[in-house]
């Protein structure tokens, strides 16, 4: 047992993170419940016993051009961890994601001779692939969620590790069909079409009407089909409800989990984003879309190099499902994909063969407590 001043620092920066970053904390708990965690995170990290010094719902940000307005609340949250790690440095810090915040802050650590562990790191196999060799010089262990990151990261010197990705942990027993309906209240033969507008506020701003408007469309050529939305956590609900209220189309806001909507739904309208990949997991086809800023798509084109946006198609290494970005997430766009799609079996089974095989790419269960073992290890704390 180790003595109880014995601390972890945890930080993520969205929606995806703080799930990710909830789960590694439920088994740093279990394996070592002595360890106090602290960091920065959202409402499932906090749930989870993580004690944050900054909540991430009010900080995470789509591109560059989104980040400008973000920059204060972020420049205040990197200053009160680095605070903490001078004044209380930590047997170790896990960063998830969120590179921009993250990458400054693996430096911050390093002069205070923390290690530094990270989890999910950037994806610099799409862009900026000089930064491997920035994370192999900043980290202690870079713990990779895709087998074909291994040896990207080798390449540059890293000490990596393949743990498998964390999305599996939470999709074990995912929620059948029958189940998912029942507990939406819709009847087995309906067309139901879920709507998945992300977890920032830009994107829900820029996505939503014209699901909304798809929706509408979709409803005039579909009658009797309904449409079901569960607003990400880090959220405002009053956003949602405001743009809801002007739908051209009934959309129904539920309490339940994104899970019993994918698995409930007969088709995805569906922010590109680490949701694209839960939806592949569950087997539920999905249309993709995505917006940003002028500036973020200037700045993408001239960076990105691989010709797609969607986790589903990346892991996949092909166009498996549509992706409509920019000018053409359109309603008109997105309700013609979305109609093509529920008036083809065939492309759909397609989809869901190419899911299944994006499945066997990503390893197996347990992913949480292989990283909290690999953190624990590195921070020289015995599970």
């Known amino acids: 047992m180790e003595a109880a001043t014995a601390e972890l620092m945890i930080v993520a920066g969205e929606a995806s993170g703080d799930l990710h970053g909830a789960t590694l904390a439920h088994h740093l708990r279990r394996l070592a419940p002595s360890v106090a965690l602290s960091g920065m995170g959202g409402s499932r990290m906090a749930a989870a016993g993580v004690g944050l010094l900054s909540d991430v719902s009010r900080l995470a940000v789509v591109g560059a051009g989104e980040a400008i307005g973000r920059l204060p609340g972020l420049y205040r949250a990197y200053r009160g961890l680095v605070r903490r790690l001078r004044e209380r440095p930590p047997r170790a810090v896990v960063l998830i994601d969120f590179p921009e915040f993250n990458l400054r802050l693996a430096r911050a650590a390093r002069r205070c001779g923390v290690p530094i562990v990270y989890f999910v790191p950037p994806q610099v196999w799409a862009w900026r692939p000089w930064r491997a060799r920035l994370i192999a010089r900043l980290t202690t262990r870079v713990l990779v969620v895709f087998p074909f990151e291994v040896p990207l990261y080798e390449a540059v010197g890293a000490r990596v590790q393949f743990v498998g990705h964390p999305l599996l942990d939470g999709l074990m027993t995912p929620p059948t069909r029958r189940e998912a309906r029942g507990s939406l209240g819709v009847t087995a033969d309906a067309t139901l079409v879920g709507l998945l507008p992300g977890s920032r506020k830009e994107e829900v701003e820029r996505l939503l009407p014209e699901m909304t408007g798809a929706a509408a469309r979709i409803a005039e050529a579909r009658p009797g089909a309904q449409f079901v939305l569960a607003p990400a956590p880090t959220v405002d609900r009053a956003l949602v409800d405001a743009l809801l209220e002007t739908a051209p189309v009934k959309i129904s806001r539920v309490s339940a989990g ?98 299944s095989e994006i499945r066997e790419k990503l390893g197996t269960a347990g992913v949480g407590e292989r990283v909290a073992r690999s953190v624990l290890e590195v921070a020289g704390l015995s599970a």
């Open 258 to 355: 994104t899970h019993d909507i994918m698995a409930a739904s007969d088709l995805l309208l569906i922010a590109s984003g680490t949701a694209t990949l839960e939806a592949a997991l569950i087997g539920t086809p999905m249309v993709v879309c995505y917006r940003v800023s002028r500036l973020s798509e200037l700045l993408g084109r001239l960076l990105i190099r691989i010709p797609w946006i969607s986790l589903v198609n990346i892991v996949a290494g092909r166009a498996v499902v549509p992706e409509l970005l920019q000018r053409d997430a359109s309603a008109q766009r997105l309700a013609a994909e979305a109609l093509r799609l529920l008036a083809s079996p065939t492309e759909c089974q397609a989809q869901r063969a190419a899911f």
